[in-house]
């Protein structure tokens, strides 16, 4: 079968790659957006002071 | 005259160093006159393909964003090394860990136990949480390792310069393309920015170098006229890194240590628990004791941006051997 990659997907903000799958008749089959990309803000802002939350979270996107 | 090759590239990062870029506004015209751009995934279509096609060396300069934090950034980080005359950290992130290598007070299981079984927008009663290969209907799919420990570009691959800020100001970007643009730039190991410490730079007044308590911001309204760590506020002026021209004091707001340590100091947190203890009016263990109590947040407070580059590094794994190990000892840390 064949498969078609895109990676990274460009253009946009944030990091992304694209699976696709195609049958064989050359029709797509399925098809995957993966995101590689995680930092955890979710665990490391737990604990921390309230203060530091607009410091910390702006930066989860700058765009 | 030949164009320069240029590639911009984010890895465990927000997207603010390529709004940075674009905050150069009309004089961007002036980085697209000397260089073609040959990867920037944020706003022109290259893939990693194109870039593995190219022979080593093809690309004169590479400004890379963001910190490692998994295995694709650096795998990425490698490839750009190799095909890059010139590799450059740029921002917080990459030079020193940034924002992101807060993840290093806890590790790859705790972070995806939180983001994926316990936060209260999800829906996971399988509590699938991410691998590194899997097979879906057939198709097998493949993402990155996350690493237990972010790392900063250094630590991964050799830097020639390092563009701090979070994110770089749109002058210190401005230098760095004159200097392209010239064949100006400095040695190999440069920081571009200030060697002094913000302190140098700023235009409040320091008079009384004693402080008795210290103050969280929501206890007391700064002076705007006096130095904020004399006022009791935790200020990373003395040591961070000047260059920015003082853009958070201007708006009454401590220096949040975003450029990392000035030439000289090797551990910006170290350096601030010094000047603090230095200024703070103790006469016993009970003065110590309630000076410590102030601090909440010592680890957060003195190493927001730069865990990743410190002598600490991260929190120590614990228990041994049931999660993969930092990528390398603590002893490995060397100082630049």
């Given amino acids: 079968m064949n498969k078609v990659t895109i990676d990274p997907i460009t253009r946009l903000e944030g990091h992304g790659k694209i699976e696709i799958f195609l049958n064989d008749e050359g029709g797509v089959e399925n098809a995957y957006l993966q995101i590689p990309e995680l930092r ?23 765009v | ?7 911009l590239y984010w890895a465990s990062s927000c997207g603010g160093c390529e709004i940075a870029v674009l905050d150069t506004n009309e004089k961007i015209l002036d980085v697209v006159a000397i260089a073609d751009i040959v990867l920037w995934p944020v706003a022109v279509d290259f893939k990693y393909h194109h870039i593995e096609a190219m022979p080593d060396s093809a690309i004169d300069v590479c400004l890379f964003n963001g910190a490692i934090r998994s295995s694709e950034h650096e795998k990425v980080a490698k490839l750009l090394r190799a095909k890059s005359k010139v590799m450059a950290a740029f921002g917080s992130c990459a030079c020193f860990g940034g924002i992101p290598s807060l993840g290093n007070l806890t590790n790859r299981a705790e972070i995806f136990h939180t983001v994926y079984e316990e936060a209260p927008s999800n829906e996971n009663p399988s509590r699938t949480v991410p691998k590194t290969a899997t097979t879906v209907d057939g198709h097998h799919l493949e993402l990155p390792e996350t690493y237990d420990t972010v790392m900063t570009l250094e630590q991964v691959v050799p830097v020639e310069y390092f563009i701090p800020g979070c994110p770089p100001t749109v002058d210190l970007i401005l230098k760095v393309v004159s200097a392209l643009a010239n064949n100006s730039l400095p040695p190999p190991g440069t920081v571009i920015a200030s060697d002094k410490s913000l302190c140098e730079e700023c235009y409040r007044k320091k008079e009384d170098k004693k402080i008795t308590r210290v103050w969280r911001p929501h206890q007391i309204v700064p002076d705007p006229e006096k130095c904020l760590l004399e006022q009791g506020v935790i200020c990373c002026g003395p040591a961070t890194r000047g260059g920015c021209g003082a853009l958070c004091i201007k708006a009454n707001m401590p220096c949040e240590g975003c450029f990392g340590p000035p030439a000289g100091v090797l551990d910006q947190g170290a ?6 203890a230095s200024i703070y009016q103790a006469s016993g263990e009970e003065d110590v004791s309630r000076m410590l109590d102030e601090i909440v947040d010592p680890v957060g407070r003195f190493y927001r941006f730069g865990l990743a580059h410190s002598l600490l590094r991260r929190k120590r794994m614990t228990p041994p051997g049931t999660l993969s190990a930092a990528k390398q000892p603590l002893a490995e840390v060397t100082a630049r």
Wanted: charged share 35%.
């Fill in chain 1, 40 to 62: 955890g803000f979710e665990r490391f802002c737990e604990g921390r002071p309230v203060e530091e939350m607009p410091r910390i979270t702006e930066r989860i996107c700058g």
């Fill in chain 2, 1 to 7: 005259m030949t164009k320069l090759k240029l590639a």
């Fill in chain 2, 271 to 276: 350096k601030l628990v010094s000047a603090i």
